[in-house]
Nanobody, 125 residues
Framework: VQLQASGGGLAQAGGSLRLSCAAS????????MGWFRQAPGKEREFVAA????????HYANSVKGRFTISRDNAKSTQYLQMDDLKPEDTAIYYC???????????????????WGQGTLVTVSS
């Protein structure tokens, strides 16, 4: 599975951005995809994920209610709509994919063997 992320950029606090992650090389409907981010000087953290086995979505508490995952199966693309952005959302965002549908590991970066390149999101105050 190959992933191509796009959509990062600069936004003001309270603004919105949408990230895209296009997948190739697999059956998209059976690919679970997650978003992780890494801020300067911090460890990579879970942001959001879609689990293909039951089509459930999962969000970190810090983004719940502000970020939304959606998917376009025809384009083999998953999106992360980010609204009400905050300066603390500033980070490099990575999309990742996995073929397993296990719930207990959906927030664990180590359960995703496929990674796209990062895209930088900068939120100014």
């Amino acid at each position: 599975v190959q992933l191509q992320a796009s959509g990062g950029g600069l936004a003001q606090a309270g603004g919105s951005l949408r990230l895209s992650c296009a997948a190739s090389g697999g059956t998209f409907s059976r690919i679970g995809m997650g978003w992780f981010r890494q801020a300067p000087g911090k460890e990579r953290e879970f942001v959001a994920a879609f689990k293909w086995s039951d089509r459930s979505t999962h969000y970190a508490n810090s983004v719940k209610g502000r970020f939304t995952i959606s998917r376009d199966n025809a384009k083999s693309t998953q999106y992360l709509q980010m609204d009400d952005l905050k300066p603390e959302d500033t980070a490099i965002y990575y999309c990742a994919a996995r073929l397993t549908g296990i719930t207990s590991t959906v927030k664990s970066a180590t359960s995703y063997p496929y990674w796209g390149q990062g895209t930088l999101v900068t939120v100014s105050s």
